[in-house]
């Protein structure tokens, strides 16, 4: 049974406009869009990008939760490319670098997904509303008259323009409060097999895992060591103790951690890594 966590402190299920806009401001030359992370040492908060969209078109997601090979950093980015509606072969994933300010950046118990299910959807159909805003001013139209798909902004009558051309007058948008969201039957990442975004490197032994991490300093203990064997024994706990404490801190970083494999079937929003290494997102089978 797991210990019921707070989850407003964690990550806020639904963080303000004002929020946004604070990271939304720190976009140049694109669309930077995140969520704010309270913190324990400051009464401040910290912002986390999770969306950018560059003024040459390169979308990038960001994988807030360090994978484990559960496959977080495939299923977290498939929940935002979900709803910013783009196609998810032109989309970079890349992991988000360790930030010890913040209280959620961890992996266990399954929470990943199920932590961040709803915040990862409207991270990313916030970021979809403003650029559909900004496609309208641009063509001076309604926003009901447009539809997306695949990273483009469409009108029948009009044509489209790609997210690249419309990021920077998006970024300057106010972020929609409520922004509307994707019926299930309107899915189409969400729900299906898409590979793990690491999978050519996992195959191909060039994935770093935390155990292929080397911390240097220890070298100089063991040289130390050698030099005075009447401490040997002395020397030899600490460099153990030492080993533990760098393993310990690596398995925290933004990389994978030792296990290459792993499953989560339990909450509203399932992931299973398949057997060809793909990860799918769904509704949790009953046991």
């Known amino acids: 049974m797991y210990r019921r966590l707070p989850l407003q402190k964690m990550n806020p299920n639904k963080p303000s406009r004002r929020d946004f806009l604070k990271l939304t401001a720190l ?10 992370m309270v913190t324990a040492s400051t009464s401040g908060t910290a912002l986390r990008p999770l969306v950018r969209v560059g003024a040459d078109g390169h979308i990038t997601l960001f994988a807030q939760n360090p994978d484990m090979g559960q496959g977080v950093k495939t299923a977290l980015p498939m929940i935002i490319a979900e709803e910013l509606d783009v196609d998810w072969s032109s989309v970079t994933v890349e992991q988000s670098g360790l930030d010890t300010r913040l ?15 709803d915040t990862m959807r409207r991270i990313g159909a ?27 902004v469409l009108h029948d009558q009009r044509g489209s323009l790609g997210y690249g051309e419309l990021a920077e007058a998006a970024a300057a948008l106010p972020v929609p409060d409520d922004p509307p969201l994707k019926t299930s039957n309107e899915f189409k990442i969400v729900g299906h ?8 490197a996992i195959l191909t032994g060039t994935q770093q895992f935390s155990q292929d991490r080397r ?6 203990v063991a040289k130390r060591a050698t ?17 533990r404490d760098c393993q310990q801190y690596l398995g925290g970083d933004a990389g994978r951690a030792t296990s290459a494999r792993g499953v989560a079937t339990s909450g ?10 793909r990860v799918r997102i769904g509704p949790a089978k009953k046991r």
């Open 227 to 243: 030099r005075r064997p009447h401490r040997a024994a002395q020397q030899s706990e600490l460099r153990l103790r030492r080993r």
């Open 268 to 277: 509203p929003s399932a992931k299973l890594r398949t057997p060809d290494g």
């Open 126 to 152: 916030s970021a979809r509303q403003m650029l559909l805003q900004a496609a309208a001013d641009h063509w001076r139209i309604p926003a009901s008259e447009l539809t997306t798909r695949d990273g483009r």
């Open 193 to 200: 097999s898409i590979s793990d975004v690491d999978i050519g």
């Open 215 to 220: 911390c240097h300093w220890l070298r100089d």
């Open 27 to 36: 976009g140049g030359g694109g669309l930077i869009l995140g969520i704010p």
């Open 103 to 117: 209280e959620n950046q961890f992996s266990g118990g399954s929470l990943s997904v199920r932590l961040n299910f």
